[in-house]
């Protein structure tokens, strides 16, 4: 049965608001945020690493004690009160001051190691896949090279020629550690160099500097971002470990691995606040840091788009 032309009304329309954009256009990045906030294991993550870092800031000045001080005469392993939030160590040390104290170790050097490691391994691995060839050949050899030395041996012959502490840890962190880096960025870019992006760059004119920062090195930022935030937990743990066999940071100064070392004792005594402690807020961070990077990998990756 045909319908009555009657029956239809022509609505009429300007061009402006047939060709106007209804939904307001969403950058990569800003896509990319509003899916990690849906991440909930990601986004707490996130607030405990921010809880954490304040922490190591402001929390050695909460109390009037500092890392240092002594009181073996009253203040020997006291359990945690009014006054020792954590309770104190066998030195009558403030386990509490101590705990944050060994925050900002342990931050500072995943941190710092951490960075090093991004700015070697995007150089290293940029110029390796840019060049190819024979030059990519022999660079990626060296890689090899280093990937096959002793990491525990390598950082006992750092320490006998250095001495114990923060900066030859991060030195020792920083020799190997930017190898994965390295040979994320260069897959990466070794993908990229051939789009038809950098191809009609080059053909404008561009030099490699241009096509290396303006158009390679921003296109890899996802794994780049990523690779960062999985290396952090791996050199505080690192950390935690060379300060457990006694070639960390040395006395007074306070770690984690090295609170750790010395609460271990514990197991055999009563003093549970002075393993607890440390090793909760190491663990803590350890997990915030990987929730956080797993969920910034899902948030960059386009194909988790939906």
Excluded: C
Aim: net charge neutral; aromatic share 10%.
């Amino acid at each position: 049965m045909a319908i009555p032309a009657e029956k239809f009304r022509r609505v009429e329309r300007r061009q402006t608001e047939a060709e106007s954009i209804r939904r307001p256009s969403v950058s990569f990045w800003q896509d990319a945020w509003r899916r990690l906030k849906k991440n909930w294991a990601a986004m707490m993550g996130l607030y405990m690493i921010i809880f954490l870092v304040v922490m190591a800031i402001i929390g050695p000045w909460m109390t009037e004690h500092n890392y240092y001080e002594t009181n073996l005469a009253e203040g020997k392993n006291l359990e945690p009160s009014g006054e020792h939030w954590f309770g104190t160590d066998e030195l009558g040390r403030d386990v509490f001051v101590r705990t944050w104290w060994g925050a900002r170790i342990s931050l500072t050097i995943g941190i710092t190691a951490a960075l090093i490691d991004l700015v070697i391994g995007v150089i290293y691995g940029g110029i390796s896949g840019y060049k190819g060839g024979r030059t990519d050949e022999i660079m990626m050899r060296i890689v090899d090279v280093l990937w096959g030395l002793p990491y525990l041996v390598l950082v006992i012959l750092l320490l006998v020629v250095m001495e114990p502490g923060v900066f030859t840890i991060i030195v020792a962190l920083s020799i190997t550690g930017w190898l994965n880096m390295a040979r994320v960025v260069r897959g990466q870019v070794l993908q990229l160099k051939s789009q038809e992006f950098v191809m009609a760059a080059r053909t404008l004119g561009a030099d490699t500097k241009r096509l290396m920062m303006k158009h390679l090195i921003p296109n890899t930022m996802g794994p780049i971002l990523v690779i960062l935030t999985l290396t952090i937990p791996t050199a505080i743990l690192s950390e935690a470990f060379l300060s457990f066999l006694g070639l960390g940071v040395q006395a007074p100064v306070a770690s984690w691995g090295t609170m750790i070392t010395d609460s271990t004792v514990v197991i055999l005594t009563d003093e549970w606040w002075r393993l607890f402690f440390p090793a909760f807020f190491l663990s803590m961070t350890l997990l915030s840091f990987n929730l956080f990077g797993d969920g910034l990998r899902d948030a960059l990756d386009p194909k988790m788009r939906k």
